[in-house]
């Protein structure tokens, strides 16, 4: 590629960033903070992001694995958003910025469990699904791939009845765990979301969704802060909860009007 060349895709990328990420607001999250042009959102692709806008209600009560800029997002959208957090530091900064809707309960590793709850999680240990680990615990705690040593966090959904939420959220800690608890107290209708679904180690979570008859729709694409394309998943299995976004909305398209 001669200097030329090069001068028209630096031009093309240029011009891909200020239609594209520009108006994503992208370039309003390079500190490190999920944020677009309005203030924060979900760590979660553009295209998944766009869908979830269409389709949430303001009655919705949501259950998150792993706090942050979301919460004060669904805090803004739905009518009820609990989160359960590992870290506590970071559990108590959302906490003080929190909207009167939104509970952030911290349950750190290797935190007492009682025994109703042990007992509720050892089917699940009896029999576990695939749950592949690297060498290095921080990387397992990171990307939530340790189980045993969360079951405290993972099992505070059951403080809820069953069929409570119309959205729940794995983005966090334990996430086979999480999603094995998630199915029974997610409502008939809703749905959950489901983060970097692009990486293999959680197929034992994506197994067990498919085994209770969620259906998988998968988006992939670039979001806030990253640099890199990933996958993010909403799983469901009442198709109809997209029955709100079958139109598209006036104004958002290449044709300008």
């Not at 239609?19 to 692709?45: A, D, H, M």
């Not at 750190?108 to 749950?131: I, K, Q, S, T």
């Not at 397992?140 to 791939?145: F, R, T």
């Not at 800690?173 to 990486?199: C, Q, V, Y």
Request: a negative charge; glycine letters at 8%.
């Amino acid at each position: 590629m001669d200097i030329n060349e090069q001068a028209a895709v630096n031009a093309d990328i240029y011009r891909f960033a200020q239609g594209y990420l520009q108006k994503r607001g992208w370039f309003e999250s390079l500190g490190g903070i999920p944020r677009n042009n309005e203030g924060v959102v979900p760590w979660i692709t553009y295209p998944a992001f766009i869908q979830l806008k269409r389709i949430i209600r303001p009655d919705f009560k949501v259950f998150e694995y792993g706090c942050g800029g979301s919460s004060l997002w669904w805090a803004n959208n739905v009518a009820e958003v609990t989160s359960v957090e590992h870290d506590k530091e970071w559990g108590l900064h959302v906490s003080n910025a929190a909207q009167p809707n939104l509970k952030v309960i911290v349950r750190e590793m290797n935190a007492a469990v009682d025994d109703d709850r042990r007992a509720a999680v050892a089917p699940f240990f009896a029999e576990p699904p695939e749950l592949p680990l690297s060498h290095s615990t921080p990387h397992n705690i990171m990307h939530g791939l340790l189980s045993e040593e969360f079951v405290a966090y993972a099992t505070e959904i059951m403080a809820f009845p069953a069929a409570h939420f119309d959205v729940i959220v794995v983005d966090g800690m334990a996430r086979t765990l999480s999603t094995w608890l998630a199915i029974r107290h997610l409502k008939p209708g809703g749905f959950i979301l489901f983060d970097n679904t692009d990486r293999w180690q959680y197929n034992g979570a994506y197994r067990l969704l498919s085994a209770a008859g969620f259906r998988r729709i998968d988006y992939y694409g670039p979001g806030p802060v990253n640099k890199i394309e990933w996958c993010t998943s909403i799983f469901v299995r009442d198709l109809s909860v997209f029955d709100a976004s079958v139109d598209s909305p006036p104004g958002d398209c290449d044709l300008g009007w």
